[in-house]
């Protein structure tokens, strides 16, 4: 009998548990794999009670929910959502639709609030994620894209955010180092940044001044 081989990465994040993130075995070629599943939903109040308040760029009726298919690290299809503008729902679901197809593992993909609203919890346990309203990272003024539901994050400890010493989330120090060719991890040219450069979103792993390697927005900000 042969032996699954698997590669695990165990990323520990103070305060939470470890992430086991197996990679898992993909169904074989010619498998029969569930179709990808999409499905719109209007954003009430309710969906959004940690990530929205008055005064927020936008309001809910301005957001959709997206419930859509996605392989995880354990090589099977799950079902994920993720909020975003109305006006940014279709690209979206086209986007996970090619993500989907290229079998790209997405860790978790929850509405931030799961996480009370959190930017950094959200990160620390690897979730992709669309709308919260909040500041820029480092701004007290500055709306992030994020508010606007023109942006997304994915798989944060693969792909962190890194300025200078800082890095985003802290259990995404050991892929600062960009050579690293395992699954999750965004490169210039590959399939994640393709999908999304193909309905014009911007990758932040392009980036000069900083580098934020799990954000693509709409405005390339």
Not at 100 to 122: E, F, L, Q, T
Not at 184 to 189: E, I, Q, R, S, T
Request: aromatic share 10%.
């Amino acid at each position: 009998m042969k032996r699954r081989l698997c590669i695990a990465v165990l990323v520990c994040v103070a305060g939470t548990a470890c992430l086991d993130q197996t990679t898992g075995t993909p169904p074989p070629a010619g498998a029969r794999v569930p179709a990808f599943h999409s499905q719109t939903l209007l954003v009430t109040r309710a969906d959004v009670t940690s990530t929205w308040r008055p005064g927020c760029p936008v309001a809910p009726s301005s957001l959709r929910r997206l419930s859509v298919s996605h392989w995880g690290f354990d090589g099977r299809p799950h079902l994920g959502e993720l909020i975003v503008h109305w006006d940014a729902a279709a690209a979206m679901l086209r986007v996970f639709r090619r993500l989907y197809d290229a079998r790209y593992p997405i860790h978790r993909m929850h509405r931030v609030d799961y996480y009370s609203g959190s930017d950094d919890w959200s990160m620390a346990v690897d979730n992709t994620s669309g709308f919260n309203c909040r500041r820029a990272t480092g701004s007290t003024t500055v709306w992030s894209e994020h508010s606007y539901g023109r942006a997304v994050d994915v798989n944060p400890v693969e792909n962190p955010y890194v300025k200078g010493a800082t890095v985003l989330p802290p259990a995404g120090r050991p892929y600062t180092d960009r050579r690293l060719r395992v699954p999750g991890v965004l490169h210039a040219g590959d399939p994640v940044v393709g999908a999304f450069a193909a309905v014009g979103w911007s990758w932040g792993g392009a980036w000069t001044s900083l580098k934020d390697y799990q954000h693509f927005s709409r405005s390339g900000r």
